[in-house]
């Protein structure tokens, strides 16, 4: 698979190697939301799940047709994976405006609930 050459920038999707939890030497391709940091690359991945109802991190890509996914996705933001520029394959998009305000939001209320308990 070809890679794009130039870097990736935060809020891009990017399709990506991603290892399984529970299996490390297990890896799937699939979207994740990029931050480079530096060196690496903090991402969170995307899944076609719906959003669980015991998960307040989970997100549902409202505009993920404009984001470049192909079906509707959820965005973990529970979930944060470091990750190389090797592991970065492509990039299918960027989340739309309205999503980056509310993923906004829900990692503000996120910092808000960490700080009470």
Partial sequence: MKSNV???????????????????????ERPVLV??????????????HVVRKNDPMDYPIL?????????PS????????????????RCCGALAIEDVRLVQRALKQQVQRNRVK
């Fill in 6 to 28: 130039r870097e990736p920038r935060s809020w891009e999707i990017w399709s990506a190697n991603v290892r399984f939890e529970e299996e490390p030497d297990k890896v799937k």
């Fill in 35 to 48: 931050f480079p940091d530096g060196t690496v690359y903090v991402a969170h991945p995307i899944t076609s």
């Fill in 63 to 71: 505009k993920w047709q404009e984001a470049g996914l192909d079906h």
């Fill in 74 to 89: 959820t965005l973990r933001l529970g979930k944060r994976i470091a990750l190389k520029r090797a592991d970065l394959h």
